[in-house]
C-alpha cells in the first residue's frame, strides 16, 4: 500500500500525525555551513549551551525537599498540630456522644415547665422527656460499644505489630500515630492564616450570619418554628439569638433581627432591633422576660442607643452573675496630687468603661433611698475632691454622719443647723462677693481655680431633714455658685418636690439617681425618662444582710460623656483606707480660703430674708434668723482647727473699722439702735460727713441705708440700725 506524502505547502495544514509527515531534504540547509545572523536574535538566551543539564525534575525535587525541611522546622515538627488533632478528634468523639440530646431534654424540659397547670400537657411533656432521655441513654451505650470495638480492634493490630514486626515496624506505627494527629490538626485553608474576629462575632452560625449595621445573627424572617426558651438553654451566639426573637416575639415586641451577640463572664449582650416604634416596647416587657429567659429580678438590663433609634443594648444576667465584679478597684491618690478640673474615676458601667467625673463648677444632686448607698457614693467624690490642691471640701448632714470615714481630710463639718445655715450663708456671700472680684483678678466669666484661689464643694447629704432656712439658702448658692466654682452636690432619699422643698431637681446639670421609686426617676430625669431606658426604681437597696444593688445608679450630667441610661456601679472604699487617706491629707494640710475672696466679702449686701426685722419706730422685732461669720469665728463655731494665715488690715479698713465703731459709740449716746448718718456723723467729728460715713459703712459691709423711725423725724427716714453695723465690726475684726 503506497503512502501518499501531501506536498510541502499543504502538510502543515493537515492533522496528519507525526511521524508520517516527511521534508525535502534539499530545502534544509546543511547546520554546519549556516553563517551566525549580523541582526540581534529575538527570545530567551541559554546560559548553559554546550553544556550537561540535569533534567528539570532532579531541581524541582530537591527545592520541594529544602522547602519541606524548612516548612517542618517554622512549625517545630507540627507538634502543635498533632496535640491540636488529637483534641480535635476527643472534641468530635464527644460530640457525638452528645449528638444534641442535651439540647433535645432541655427544650423538653422547658416544655414541661410552660405546661404546669395544664394537666394534659404537663402529661405528654413529662412522657416527652422521659423518652428522650431514654433514647440518650440508648445512644450513649451504643457509643460505648462502637468506640471499644474500634479501639480493641486498633489496640490488637498494635499489639500483634510490636511484637512480630521488630524495630521498622515500631517505629513505621509511632509516625503513622503522629501523622495522624498532624493531618486532623491542620490549619484548615485560609483559617491559618486569618485575623481574628472582631469582639463581636463570636461565631458564623450557618446562613443565619449576614452583614449590615453590624454583624447580625438571626433576623425574624429566619426564625423557624418553635417556643420560647430559657437563656440556660443556648451555648452559642446563634441560639441566644434565637432565644431573644422568640421571647421578644412571645411578648408582642416588633422585633426585627439580634446582631452584635457576645458571651461575657456574666451573661449575654446583643443588640436587638425593632421594626416599629421605639425600643420601648422592650422596656415595658422587662420583667415579662425575665420570666421567659428564667433569670433573676433585673436580669434583664435594656439600653436604648441613641445613635440608633430602633435599636437596644439587650444585657442579660445570668442568676447569681455580677456585671461588676471585675470592675478595677480606686487608684492611689496622694495628697494634693490633682486639680479640681481634673477628672477622677470614680465608678464602672455594666459594660466595662469607667464612670469619670470633674466637679469644678458643677451643681449635683444624688439621690437613693435608704439602703441605696448615698454615703458610699458621697465618700467616693469627696475622695477625688480632697487630694485636690485646689479645692476645699465642706460636709454638710443635719442627721447622719455625713462623709464619715474622711472626716479628717474635711476643711469643715457641719452637723447642727446653727452650724449649717452658718455654713451655707458664708459661702454665698463668698459667692457673690466673687463675682464683683473676678475682673479685677482678671479671671474672665469665670473664677478659675488655683492653689491661690481655690474651689470650694460643699457636701450636703440628707437634705429633705434640713431646716426651711438652710433649703432655701442652698437654693440661692445653687443659682449662683457655679460660675463662682462654689459647688453644691446635695443628696436626699427622693428626688421629688416634698423630698427637695424646691423643684430643682432637673434644674442642677449632674444628676444621679439609685435604687428609688419610680416617681423619683420621673421627677430627675423627666417624665418620659422610664420609656427612654432611665431605670433605676428597679433597683434593690441594700439590707441588713444583702448588699444588692447599694451604690448603683443612673446618671446625666457628666462632664465630656453622652447622657445615656446605662447602669453604673460607685466603687465602694472600705473605711479604713478612707481613714488612711483623710490622714495622709491632713498631715499634708488642708486648703484655706483666698485672702481676696474674703475680703471681698465685706461689701456684699445680705439677703433680706436672713436680716433682723424691726417695726416702725426702729425697735428689733425679729432677730437676724443666722448671722455672717468671719471664716475664723465659722471654724470656731464647727469645731474646726483655725485658719492658717493672718489677717493684715489695710490702711482703707482700718478707716472703715472706726467708722463703725464710731457710728456704734453714736448710737450708744443716743440710747437707740437706730440713727441717720447726719447725727452719727456730728457726734464722731473729726471732719466726718453724712457722705464721707456711709460711703466707709457701705465698704465694711454694713450694706445701705434702709428706712428707720427717730424721735424728732416724722414718719421713716433712711438710716442704720445697729446690728448691720455691729456685723461689719465683726466682719472686720475677724472675731
Known amino acids: 500500500m503506497a503512502i501518499h506524502t501531501p506536498s510541502a505547502d499543504t502538510q502543515n495544514d493537515i492533522d496528519v500525525p507525526e511521524f508520517m509527515r516527511a521534508e525535502a531534504v534539499s530545502e534544509r540547509p546543511n547546520l554546519s555551513i549556516v553563517k551566525p545572523s549580523p541582526e540581534p536574535l529575538e527570545g530567551p538566551v541559554v546560559e548553559h549551551q554546550g553544556e550537561t543539564l540535569r533534567p528539570t525534575w532532579i531541581g524541582s525535587g530537591k527545592e520541594l525537599a529544602t522547602r519541606a525541611r524548612e516548612h517542618a522546622a517554622e512549625h517545630r515538627l507540627y507538634i502543635g498540630w498533632s496535640v491540636r488533632g488529637y483534641r480535635n478528634l476527643g472534641r468530635r468523639w464527644l460530640e457525638a456522644r452528645r449528638d444534641d440530646y442535651p439540647q433535645m431534654i432541655a427544650s423538653a424540659v422547658a416544655e414541661l415547665r410552660v405546661a404546669k397547670g395544664d394537666t394534659a400537657a404537663e402529661t405528654d411533656a413529662k412522657q416527652l422527656v422521659r423518652e428522650r432521655r431514654a433514647e440518650y441513654r440508648r445512644h450513649k451505650l451504643l457509643h460505648w460499644v462502637k468506640t471499644g470495638g474500634w479501639s480493641a480492634a486498633g489496640a490488637a493490630g498494635g499489639v500483634v505489630g510490636v511484637a512480630v514486626g521488630g524495630l521498622w515496624v515500631d517505629l513505621l506505627m509511632t509516625l503513622s500515630t503522629y501523622a495522624v494527629g498532624v493531618y486532623h490538626g491542620r490549619p484548615q485553608g485560609e483559617v491559618a492564616d ?394 499634708a494640710g488642708l486648703v484655706e480660703p483666698d485672702q481676696e475672696s474674703l475680703d471681698a466679702m465685706a461689701g456684699v449686701d445680705l439677703p433680706e430674708y436672713v436680716e433682723a426685722v424691726y417695726d416702725i419706730e426702729g425697735n428689733l422685732k425679729k432677730e437676724a434668723p443666722v448671722e455672717l461669720l468671719t471664716w475664723d469665728a465659722l471654724l470656731r463655731l464647727c469645731g474646726a482647727e483655725p485658719g492658717g494665715y493672718v489677717k493684715q488690715m489695710t490702711p482703707e479698713q482700718k478707716l472703715q473699722l472706726d467708722a463703725a465703731l464710731g457710728a456704734l459709740d453714736a448710737m450708744e449716746r443716743l440710747g437707740r439702735d437706730a440713727a441717720q448718718l447726719d447725727e452719727m456723723a456730728e457726734i464722731i467729728g473729726d471732719g466726718m460727713t453724712a457722705d464721707r460715713l456711709g460711703e466707709l459703712l457701705r465698704a465694711a459691709g454694713a450694706g445701705g441705708t434702709v428706712k428707720i423711725a427717730v424721735p424728732h423725724r416724722s414718719g421713716r427716714v433712711n438710716g442704720y440700725q445697729r446690728a448691720e453695723i455691729a456685723g461689719a465690726v465683726k466682719l472686720l475684726n475677724g472675731a
Open 194 to 587: 486569618a485575623a481574628a474576629p472582631p469582639l463581636s462575632v463570636i461565631e458564623r452560625a450557618g446562613d443565619g450570619f449576614t452583614v449590615g449595621q453590624g454583624q447580625v445573627f438571626m433576623t425574624v424572617d429566619q426564625l423557624s418554628e418553635g417556643k420560647p426558651f430559657p437563656t440556660v438553654q443556648a451555648r452559642t451566639p446563634m441560639q441566644l439569638a434565637e432565644c431573644v426573637l422568640r421571647a421578644l416575639l412571645a411578648e408582642g415586641v416588633p422585633v426585627a433581627e439580634v446582631s452584635d451577640v457576645i458571651r461575657l463572664s456574666w451573661g449575654w449582650q446583643c443588640i436587638v432591633r425593632v421594626s416599629e416604634g421605639t425600643p420601648e416596647a422592650i422596656i415595658k416587657v422587662a420583667g415579662d422576660l425575665e420570666t421567659r429567659f428564667d433569670l433573676a429580678a433585673n436580669g434583664v438590663r435594656p439600653t436604648p442607643m441613641k445613635e440608633r433609634r430602633a435599636c437596644a443594648v439587650l444585657r442579660l444576667v445570668d442568676r447569681g452573675a455580677d456585671p461588676f465584679a471585675s470592675a478595677p478597684g480606686l487608684p492611689y491618690r496622694a495628697p494634693k496630687s490633682m486639680s479640681i478640673t481634673d477628672k477622677f474615676r470614680i465608678g464602672s458601667s455594666v459594660g466595662g468603661d469607667p464612670l469619670d467625673v470633674a466637679l469644678a463648677g458643677v451643681m449635683g444632686l444624688w439621690v437613693a433611698a435608704s439602703g441605696g448607698g448615698k454615703t458610699g457614693i458621697l465618700q467616693a467624690l469627696a475622695e477625688g475632691t480632697t487630694a485636690c490642691y485646689d479645692n476645699i471640701t465642706i460636709d454638710l448632714d443635719p442627721h447622719g454622719d455625713g462623709l464619715e470615714d474622711l472626716h479628717d481630710a474635711v476643711r469643715i463639718t457641719a452637723r447642727t443647723n446653727q452650724q449649717i445655715e452658718a455654713v451655707l450663708l458664708f459661702f454665698l456671700v463668698m459667692s457673690k462677693a466673687r463675682a464683683r472680684l473676678r475682673k479685677a483678678l482678671g479671671m474672665g466669666r469665670k473664677w478659675k481655680a488655683s492653689r491661690e484661689h481655690p474651689a470650694v464643694t460643699i457636701f450636703f447629704d440628707e437634705f429633705p431633714k434640713a431646716t426651711e432656712l438652710a433649703k432655701k439658702l442652698t437654693f440661692d448658692l445653687l443659682l449662683v455658685g457655679r460660675k463662682e466654682l462654689i459647688e453644691v452636690e446635695v443628696a436626699s432619699q427622693g428626688g421629688q418636690k416634698g423630698y427637695l422643698g424646691e423643684n430643682f431637681a432637673q434644674m442642677v446639670a449632674l444628676k444621679a439617681v439609685g435604687p428609688c421609686k419610680v416617681g423619683d426617676t420621673r421627677a430627675v430625669f423627666g417624665d418620659g425618662s422610664v420609656g427612654e431606658g432611665w431605670l433605676p426604681h428597679r433597683l434593690d437597696p441594700a439590707t441588713e444582710t444583702d448588699a444588692k444593688d447599694a451604690g448603683h445608679i443612673y446618671i446625666q450630667g457628666v462632664p465630656g460623656m453622652p447622657d445615656e441610661p446605662i447602669e453604673y456601679k460607685v466603687h465602694e472604699v472600705p473605711s479604713a483606707t478612707l481613714r488612711k487617706l483623710a490622714a495622709e491629707r491632713l498631715e
